[in-house]
């Protein structure tokens, strides 16, 4: 397992977006894909693209790609075109998974969304019934890891150990951790980016009055982030 600090200096003035991270996560996962062409991709958890962009950077191509997500307007975002099908799910719900077929040719992909399954066990056994393969870019609990210790509350998302224990429970996986470092002139601009990027539910569990102490006391310049990447291929179904 490797363990990469990947470090971003972005300020407040210079946003164009709030999901660099994200963004840089989606890259990541792409570039661990090992063919040029799929028969099937299927994306849980699209919102508005980035797996497809750098599909489309990396001259990967496909001959049909499954959007999944619960938000309308994230969809209506994502990038259209004749081979791609949008579908308006949530991965909490069977109903999605009745609706979702297995085939051979299908690779599953999921970017910076699982870690808000509502019931990790329950997704991943479904999921694990839809593809072979698969592979996965997950945040975990040291997400904002200070942020949290200062605040003395608990993450919102699952710890990397949990994690592993329940994706081994569907898959024969390979696992890497990757850090992040996203910097900030200001804990003011830090917290805004908290506020608008969709990262982590952590600062609403505090009042105004627990957000200013934090905003005092909080000892860095930058947000920690941590991600689990996982080739998977799925121990239910005979690989393809």
Not at 117 to 145: C, G, P, R, V
Not at 195 to 213: F, I, P, R
């Amino acid at each position: 397992m490797s363990n990469v600090i990947q470090e971003f200096s972005r300020f407040a003035h210079e946003y164009d977006s709030y999901n660099v991270i994200q963004a840089e996560v989606a890259k990541a996962l792409v570039e661990k894909l090992p063919l040029s062409h799929y028969t099937t991709l299927i994306d849980i958890g699209c919102g508005s693209g980035e797996v497809y962009k750098n599909l489309e950077k990396h001259n990967l191509s496909f001959d049909r790609l499954l959007v999944l997500d619960s938000s309308p307007e994230m969809l209506e975002i994502h990038p259209s075109s004749k081979k791609i099908k949008k579908i308006c799910a949530d991965f909490n719900k069977l109903q999605t998974f009745e609706n979702l077929s297995f085939s051979p040719g299908n690779l599953l992909l999921s970017s910076s969304a699982l870690q808000w399954s509502q019931d990790l066990d329950f997704t991943l056994s479904e999921i694990s019934k839809k593809s072979s393969h698969a592979y996965f870019a997950i945040f975990t609990s040291n997400t904002f890891k200070t942020l949290h210790e200062t605040a003395q509350i608990s993450s919102p998302i699952y710890s990397e150990a949990l994690l592993r224990e329940t994706i081994e429970k569907y898959y024969c996986a390979e696992f890497e951790v990757k850090k992040y470092k996203l910097h900030f002139e200001s804990v003011r601009a830090m917290f805004h980016y908290i506020k608008k990027s969709g990262v982590s539910g952590g600062e609403k569990q505090l009042t105004y009055k627990q957000t200013k102490e934090l905003m005092k006391n909080y000892p860095l310049d930058y947000l920690e982030f941590e991600v689990l990447f996982v080739k998977a291929t799925s121990l239910v179904l005979p690989s393809a």
